[in-house]
């Protein structure tokens, strides 16, 4: 088992973390990118509201490229200049997802193209 499986899943048992995730592939149209600006939009709203909680939400997208792709890396860019890469994860493809679909409270599926 991977660290940050081992890290989701002691997380959601001890705490109030909150994960949001998606396990398709990554590439243009699946919506990893409106997934991440709304994720990044949750955690500025509840920061006006003076929560606690965008410090216990993350967000995983399984299905990356061990070898980034330009889509990814622009993912990846946006998710580091917006300051937020703590808590985003980004897990390379894998057979078995269900693991990760376990330790996931709300998964997102946002495809903007029909396959």
């Known amino acids: 088992m991977d660290s940050l499986l081992l ?3 002691s ?10 995730g998606t396990s398709t592939g990554v590439s243009r ?4 990118d409106l997934f991440l600006k709304s ?3 949750a955690i500025q709203l509840m920061k006006s509201e003076s929560t606690h909680i965008q410090q216990n939400m993350h967000a995983v997208i399984v299905g990356c490229d061990s070898n980034p792709g330009k889509y990814e890396l ?3 860019d946006y998710v580091k ?4 890469e703590h808590l985003v994860h980004f897990v390379n493809k894998t057979m078995n997802v269900v693991p990760y679909l376990a330790a996931i409270d709300v998964l997102v599926q946002n495809s ?3 396959t």
């Open 7 to 9: 890290f989701l899943m």
């Open 39 to 41: 994720f990044y939009e």
């Open 74 to 76: 622009e993912l990846r």
């Open 11 to 20: 997380t959601i048992r001890l705490s109030e973390t909150i994960v949001d």
């Open 112 to 114: 903007q193209v029909s």
């Open 29 to 32: 149209g699946k919506g990893q």
């Open 81 to 84: 200049e917006k300051r937020f």
